[in-house]
Nanobody, 120 residues
Framework: VQLVESGGELGQPGGSLRLSCATS????????MCWVRQAPGKGLEWVSC????????YYAESMKGRFTVSRDNAKNTLYLQMNSLKSDDTAVYYC??????????????WGQGTQVTVSS
């Protein structure tokens, strides 16, 4: 199982970034997926999760209305569209796989993370 995040970079406050997570080594469409982040000096924070077919999505309160999670099962790829960026969004963003098709929030595999820095 491999999860490889990309798209992290320096973003402007109020701007947008799109993260991607390319997966391999398993049947992507059989599993729910999540994004989790870790800000400097802080613990892990759930960002968003999506069920196997995209019908169910979940967001942390501070991300609702700003972030959108999506997936393309044909491309084995998970996405996170981040809009209205704030400095508090600065963190390493991890892609993680849930062990079942519906969202349970107990990932069994994690990517290596991609750094998002929001600063003017």
């Amino acid at each position: 199982v491999q999860l490889v995040e990309s798209g992290g970079e320096l973003g402007q406050p109020g701007g947008s970034l799109r993260l991607s997570c390319a997966t391999s080594g398993f049947t992507f469409g059989d599993y729910a997926m999540c994004w989790v982040r870790q800000a400097p000096g802080k613990g892990l924070e759930w960002v968003s999760c999506i069920s196997w077919n995209g019908d169910s999505t979940y967001y942390a309160e501070s991300m609702k209305g700003r972030f959108t999670v999506s997936r393309d099962n044909a491309k084995n790829t998970l996405y996170l569209q981040m809009n209205s960026l704030k400095s508090d969004d600065t963190a390493v963003y991890y892609c993680a796989r849930d062990p079942v098709a519906r969202v349970v929030g107990r990932p069994d595999y994690w990517g290596q993370g991609t750094q998002v820095t929001v600063s003017s």
